[in-house]
């Protein structure tokens, strides 16, 4: 199998001290590092700065947690998907629940950050889920699959999902330290690629759908073990070195394949 993605999104925190003490501290914690594709997501403003800290090593890609859906042009704050590129941003998450939330993205303004994203080359990780009503209401799949997938699939066409990445993150989840029950994870993900494979089944084989939402130490294997996730996006736990790179070391070790 490919190898198992893990990001690690670090929101609105972090400052150069920090950056430098997390990746001295975080390669002396891992142990098999090569057999994960290991994906960080830091403030936008420490982007360059932690490439740097790197020192080029190709162990670690470049995340951002948003973009703009402009190239350039008069919108003041934003950051564009070629600024992301030229620094060497591989990655971009759109679609976050705190960006739909907070600043109030619907589905087309996310559409329009995946349309940008592709047409340069970067990869887009697509945050989709379902708020404690909805999944109450038995409408989870209507909203992550009919509404939110769908949106993109309508505008882009369902091969645009090809070297893209999805991530289920069911809001009522996220930053609470509830995480969803892993069962019920694989039977949404099992959803998701299915609903992708009846508009293209290679699409649907190739697609990645990582689960993220009060990830720790103690629950990383028991969601990644599911035949469909394959990967977590990691929140408050990627902060901390020992947690992150437990996480990190023992997915590395553990062989879908052979469980």
Same mark, same amino acid.
């Given at each position: 199998?490919?190898?198992?993605?893990?990001?690690?999104?670090?929101?609105?925190?972090?400052?150069?001290?920090?950056?430098?003490?997390?990746?001295?501290?975080?390669?002396?914690?891992?142990?098999?590092?090569?057999?994960?594709?290991?994906?960080?997501?830091?403030?936008?403003?420490? $982007?360059?700065?932690?490439?740097?800290?790197?020192?080029?090593?190709?162990?670690?890609? $470049?995340c951002a947690q948003d973009v703009d859906f402009n190239n350039y042009g008069s919108?003041?704050?934003?950051?564009?998907?070629?600024?992301?590129?030229?620094?060497?941003?591989?990655y971009v998450i759109i679609g976050h629940s705190e960006r739909r939330f907070y600043h109030k993205e619907d589905d087309q303004v996310i559409t329009k950050k995946f349309s940008s994203l592709k047409k340069i080359g970067l990869i887009p990780i697509i945050c989709i889920g379902e708020t404690k009503t909805e999944k109450l209401q038995d409408k989870t799949i209507d909203v992550i699959c009919y509404k939110q997938l769908n949106s993109i699939i309508e505008k882009m066409g369902v091969e645009s999902l090809n070297d893209s990445i999805i991530a289920y993150e069911p809001i009522w989840a996220i930053g609470t330290g509830k995480a969803a029950n892993p069962n019920e994870v694989q039977i949404i993900h099992e959803s998701i690629r299915q609903f992708i494979f009846k508009k293209n089944s290679q699409t649907a084989k190739k697609v990645k759908i990582l689960y993220g939402g009060s990830i720790n130490e103690k629950n990383a294997i028991k969601f990644f073990e599911k035949q469909d996730v394959d990967g977590l996006l990691v929140g408050n736990a990627a902060l901390e070195t020992k947690i992150f790179s437990r996480i990190i070391n023992e997915i590395s070790y553990y062989n879908k394949n052979n469980n």
């Open positions: 199998m490919n190898k198992p993605i893990i990001i690690g999104n670090w929101k609105l925190n972090g400052s150069k001290y920090s950056i430098q003490t997390f990746v001295r501290n975080f390669f002396k914690e891992l142990s098999n590092f090569k057999k994960c594709n290991i994906i960080i997501a830091p403030p936008n403003i420490y $982007l360059d700065f932690f490439k740097n800290i790197l020192f080029n090593k190709n162990l670690i890609s $470049l919108f003041t704050g934003e950051t564009s998907p070629l600024m992301l590129k030229d620094i060497g941003v591989k």
